[in-house]
């Protein structure tokens, strides 16, 4: 199956294992599973960062590398993942949120998140 990991999933992953629920957790470790970091969490880490509401700068920098390392796969934004997220009803203002609701209805995958605005768009969601 294939995740698409949140952006506090991402961060949790590596700072704050024990944020993570034991759902999230074994679905990532889960070896049949395919992981994948969406180009809309990487654009809002850095963001974040570079707005001063996150001191994650190292993981930003070093973004790439560390989803080598995890075996995290990246999923680039596409043209029909845009016009989808643009055409989503207005549940959720968030882009980075709409974003993943898109990709995640495209790719026909749950969301491993827990945020529960995802829900509302029918989007499955692990936690």
Request: aromatic share 8%; glycine share 4%; net charge neutral.
């Amino acid at each position: 199956m294939n995740l698409l990991i949140d952006t506090h999933v991402l961060l949790w992953w590596w700072t704050e294992e024990e944020q993570l629920s034991g759902g999230a957790k074994a679905a990532i470790l889960d070896s049949r599973n395919r992981s994948y970091v969406s180009a809309a969490v990487a654009w809002e880490l850095a963001i974040k960062v570079n707005l001063g509401k996150l001191a994650a700068r190292d993981v930003v920098s070093n973004l790439k590398q560390l989803l080598i390392e995890e075996g995290f796969r990246r999923l680039a934004i596409s043209t029909d993942h845009a016009l989808r997220a643009g055409l989503l009803p207005m549940l959720h203002r968030d882009p980075f949120d709409r974003m993943l609701v898109a990709q995640a209805q495209a790719l026909n995958s749950p969301i491993v998140s827990a945020d529960a605005i995802f829900d509302r768009y029918g989007a499955q969601r692990i936690w």
